[in-house]
C-alpha cells in the first residue's frame, strides 16, 4: 500500500508537470489516498497503538466520576487465615456483596459445569447442571444480579447468562446472547454492569468486542457491538475491567494462554505491559479500582501467537494445567508487589484470583493434587496512616 501511495504522489507532480494525463493521474491519486488510509486504519486498529472509541472513552470517564474511593489500606505482603472452600473449582467470581463465590468445576456427569457456594455455610450448588454443554469461566454482574459464562452447547463458544435468583424455588434458565457461527469467548460484565465485553473471532482474526444488554423477546439480547480492542490473527480476550471504568486488562496470546497481559486506561487510551499471567481470571480488581491483585506466570509461551484462532476453538488454555506462577498486589499505576503464600505455596502454584470489594480478602484458584481448588485467604492489613473509616 505504501508503493502504491508513493506512485500516485508522483504522478500528481507529473501531471503538474504535464506529463501524464489528468485522467490518469486522477485514478491513481484517489487510489493512492485509499491506500495510505487503509494503512492508516491498520496501524492503529492493531497492536498496541490502537485508539479506543470515543463511546468507550465517554464510558470510562463516566464511571471514574460516579465511584467513591475506599479508604487506602496498608497490608502486609503475606496472607493472614485460610481456609479450602472447595477442593475441586477454578475461574472465582466473588458476589458484590462478598458473600458467595461462582465457579466452575466438573459436574455429576463430567461435563464443566458453574457451580454457586457461600463464603461461610453452605453446600456447593450446581447453578448449569440442567443444561447441556461445558458450561464454563463464570462472571457475576458487579452491580446486579447476573453471571456471564461461556459454553459449547451449540458447536461452538458462545456467551450466555443466568439470573442469581430463583424463580418460584427451581434454577433459572440460560439465555444464549452472541450470534451463532462466530466464536466468543471470556465474556465480562462492562463496568456500569448494563452490557457484555468478550472476545470475539470470525475469519480468522480477533478483537474485544462490547454491547449493551437490552430487553427483547421475553430476555436480554445484545444491542449493537462496538470493536475496543483488535487483535488481528493473535488471540486477544478482556482479563478484568476495574468497577471505576479506569483498568481494562485484556491479553494477548495462543488460545486461553496468555502470553502478554496488558492494561489500558480506555478514557486516556494508555497501555501498560503487565507480562505473561496465569490466564484468564488471573486478575481481579477492588470495587474502586485502586488495588489490584495479578496471579503472574512464569510459564513459557505455548507457541506462536498467531495459533491463537486454532487452539482458542480447541479450549486449549494454561490454565488448564500446571504453572510456575505468583500471586500479586499493587494499584493499577504502580509497583506489584509479590505477596508471600507461606504453608499454601507447598500445595502448588495459583491460577486465578477473585479480590473482595475491600481488598481485605480473596478467593484463589490454586493447583494441588493435579487439580484446582479453591482458597479463601484474608489480607494482613490496617488502615493507612490518619485514616480512621476502618
Not at 459449547?152 to 439465555?175: F, I, M, N, Q, Y
Not at 513459557?300 to 504453572?323: H, I, K, M, Q
Request: glycine share 14%.
Amino acid at each position: 500500500m505504501a508503493w502504491f501511495a508513493a506512485f500516485g504522489v508522483l504522478a500528481l507532480l507529473r501531471v503538474l508537470r504535464g506529463g501524464v494525463s489528468r485522467w490518469l493521474a486522477f485514478h491513481l491519486v484517489v487510489g493512492a489516498a485509499a491506500a495510505l488510509g487503509a494503512a492508516g486504519y491498520h496501524a492503529a486498529s492493531s497492536g498496541s497503538g490502537a485508539t479506543v472509541p470515543p463511546v468507550i472513552q465517554t464510558v470510562a470517564f463516566n464511571v471514574d466520576a460516579s465511584v467513591p474511593l475506599d479508604p487506602e489500606l496498608v497490608c502486609e505482603p503475606e496472607l493472614g487465615e485460610a481456609r479450602v472452600l472447595v477442593d475441586h473449582g477454578s475461574h472465582p467470581s466473588l458476589d458484590a456483596e462478598r458473600e458467595a463465590v461462582w465457579y466452575e468445576a466438573p459436574g455429576p456427569e463430567g461435563r464443566i459445569q458453574i457451580y454457586r457456594i457461600s463464603l461461610w455455610d453452605g453446600e456447593p450448588e450446581c447453578w448449569t447442571c440442567a443444561e447441556p454443554g461445558n458450561n464454563r469461566r463464570p462472571a457475576r454482574n458487579p452491580k446486579g444480579r447476573g453471571v456471564f459464562f461461556e459454553t459449547d452447547r451449540h458447536g461452538s463458544w458462545d456467551v450466555h447468562v443466568v439470573s442469581t435468583e430463583r424463580r418460584k424455588g427451581k434454577l433459572p434458565a440460560s439465555g444464549r446472547l452472541t450470534p451463532s457461527g462466530s466464536l466468543d469467548r471470556m465474556g465480562l460484565y462492562e463496568p456500569t454492569g448494563r452490557g457484555l465485553v468478550w472476545s470475539h473471532s470470525g475469519a480468522g482474526r480477533f478483537a474485544i468486542k462490547m454491547a449493551t444488554l437490552v430487553t427483547g423477546h421475553g430476555g436480554l439480547i445484545l444491542g449493537s457491538a462496538r470493536t475496543v480492542v483488535e487483535g488481528g490473527t493473535a488471540w486477544i480476550a478482556p482479563i478484568a475491567w476495574a468497577n471505576d471504568g479506569r483498568s481494562l486488562v485484556y491479553g494477548r496470546g495462543v488460545g486461553p494462554g496468555i502470553v502478554e497481559a496488558i492494561l489500558l486506561d480506555p478514557a486516556l487510551g494508555t497501555r501498560r505491559p503487565l507480562g505473561p499471567v496465569a490466564g484468564p481470571g488471573s486478575v481481579s480488581f477492588s470495587r474502586d479500582g485502586q488495588l489490584m491483585a495479578v496471579v503472574q506466570s512464569q510459564t513459557p509461551s505455548p507457541g506462536p501467537a498467531g495459533l491463537g484462532f486454532f487452539l482458542a476453538r480447541l479450549g486449549v488454555g494454561a490454565e488448564e494445567r500446571p504453572s510456575r506462577a505468583s500471586l500479586a498486589f499493587g494499584p493499577p499505576g504502580g509497583e506489584l508487589v509479590q505477596a508471600d503464600l507461606g504453608e499454601l505455596a507447598q500445595a502448588g502454584p495459583p491460577t486465578g484470583v477473585a479480590l473482595s470489594p475491600n481488598g481485605r480478602s480473596l478467593v484463589l484458584s490454586q493447583w494441588s493434587e493435579g487439580r484446582p481448588r479453591l482458597i479463601y485467604a484474608a489480607r494482613v492489613c490496617v488502615p493507612a496512616p490518619g485514616d480512621g473509616n476502618l
